[in-house]
């Protein structure tokens, strides 16, 4: 690899994170480039909206063009920024960018999490570097940090809130008594939610980022398909006030855990003690907690969207890889994820091992918790915690019971037998529960 002096950007999309990358080297150059050794040119920003106004930005000003081929053909640029978003067309950019030799820097988590094994892989065939900082955790430098800076550790397990929607949510329900539709009607209207928030709130976005870091983290491919998913919409106000009342907060956490030979992968909403350093993780943030055999716990915390953020992020591959054209240091296959020889295997969802809530509405009759009691007893769930209400009224009233540390596969034959009682109205809602006891 030769070294160049300057060296040549072509960058696809100019949404709101391709606005904030053209922002930091507008107003950052000199440092950017004291910082990569060499001097930065933006050589073209293709999208297909070019009079849109960008605030901050003058259009006239940037060699702006509607056709990606002629970023992807122009064998001058030597860095393609793709921030298209979506699978398609941007998987077609990146691969015709890695085929003609051309590094890339990309901030699309769902399309790494959906084909990243094979992008990965071209990368690896053409020898150059496929970078993805921003995909996860926005503006926190997480992914280098697992990737280089935890390189020394085996990683025991990690803990994420991944998705601002949703903490945004949760926190607002938390702080107001609030129910779930109507604090995402208000999301929506502040822009903290999407018009269609579903990606978010069903906790597919959780897992796209989740499927990265594992891929990261473990040194295995597990397929999208196979990550235990549930989003936050039957997270009620109710739950929201057992959880504070038992010493919990709800948070929609993506999970990895070695055990047991396999590694556990899942994304749901889980009681976590008030006291822990994720429950105080609050708002449109995001918090990570990863647990390595040598170094013990550690904690990001950030903002993990945003426009500015995430160009940060994005410009932190982006001057790595422009330090190294700079000065001939050709690419490392070693950098891009790969499975590892000692690759765990995905442990079946009904083998995990957690606590649980457990909110059962039953008729306020004599025998009716001994009934639950014994159905749970019969599976080997024992009870740690119960909060019964609403004594002496005719309707059904909720039990809420957290118990010990149980079996999923146990868990779900008990809740099908509690559910088929005479006196339990309705579905038992279960939330699990992660970091001991409150």
């Excluded at 280098?144 to 991944?162: D, F, H, P």
């Excluded at 906790?203 to 990265?212: F, P």
């Excluded at 240091?329 to 969802?349: F, T």
Aim: charged share 20%.
């Amino acid at each position: 690899m030769t070294s160049v002096g300057e060296v040549h950007i072509g960058l696809l999309g100019l949404g709101t994170v391709g606005a904030g990358v053209v922002k930091i080297l507008q107003s950052q150059r000199a440092m950017l480039e004291e910082r990569a050794g060499c001097r930065l040119a933006l050589a073209a920003v293709a999208d297909t909206d070019l009079t849109r106004a960008r605030e901050g930005l003058d259009l006239r000003a940037l060699p702006m063009t509607n056709d990606a081929a002629r970023v992807l053909g122009d064998p001058g640029v030597h860095v393609v920024i793709e921030l298209v978003g979506g699978l398609e067309p941007a998987r077609t950019f990146i691969l015709r960018a890695l085929a003609a030799g051309k590094h890339v820097v990309t901030a699309n988590k769902a399309l790494l999490a959906h084909h990243g094994a094979e992008l990965y892989e071209e990368a690896r065939r053409r020898g150059v570097t496929l970078a993805f900082e921003a995909a996860v955790a926005g503006g926190i430098p997480l992914i280098r940090a697992v990737k280089e800076g935890l390189a020394a550790n085996s990683i025991l397990s990690l803990a994420g809130i991944v998705n601002g929607t949703c903490n945004y949510i949760l926190s607002k329900m938390t702080d107001e008594g609030i129910d779930f539709s109507l604090v995402l009607k208000e999301a929506q209207a502040q822009g903290y939610a999407e018009a269609d928030p579903t990606l978010d709130i069903e906790g597919m976005d959780s897992a796209h980022k989740l499927q990265i870091l594992v891929s990261l983290a473990f040194r295995t491919f597990i397929d999208l398909k196979d990550i235990h998913t549930e989003g936050i919409a039957r997270v009620t106000a109710a739950d929201i006030a057992y959880a504070r009342e038992l010493g919990y907060r709800i948070k929609l956490l993506a999970i990895a855990k070695a055990a047991d030979g396999g590694v556990e992968v899942r994304v749901h909403p889980t009681m976590i003690p008030a006291t822990s350093p994720l429950a105080a993780v609050s708002g449109v943030f995001n918090g990570v907690f990863i647990t390595g055999d040598a170094v013990g716990d550690l904690m990001f915390y950030g903002r993990g969207a945003g426009q500015m953020p995430t160009a940060s992020a994005v410009w932190s591959d982006a001057l790595e890889i422009a330090r190294r054209i700079a000065h001939g240091i050709p690419a490392l296959a070693l950098e891009l994820p790969s499975v590892g020889p000692a690759a765990l295997p995905l442990r079946p969802m009904e083998t995990i091992r957690c606590c649980y809530y457990l909110r059962v509405m039953a008729q306020d009759k004599p025998g009716v918790l001994s009934r639950v009691a014994g159905i749970l007893g019969e599976n080997d769930i024992s009870i740690a915690n119960v909060i019964q209400k609403g004594r002496g009224t005719r309707e059904a009233v909720p039990v809420v019971i957290v118990t010990h540390e149980a079996r999923e596969r146990d868990m779900r034959a008990a809740l099908a037998k509690i559910d088929r009682l005479r006196d339990v109205a309705g579905a038992t809602t279960m939330i699990r529960v992660e970091g001991g006891p409150a």
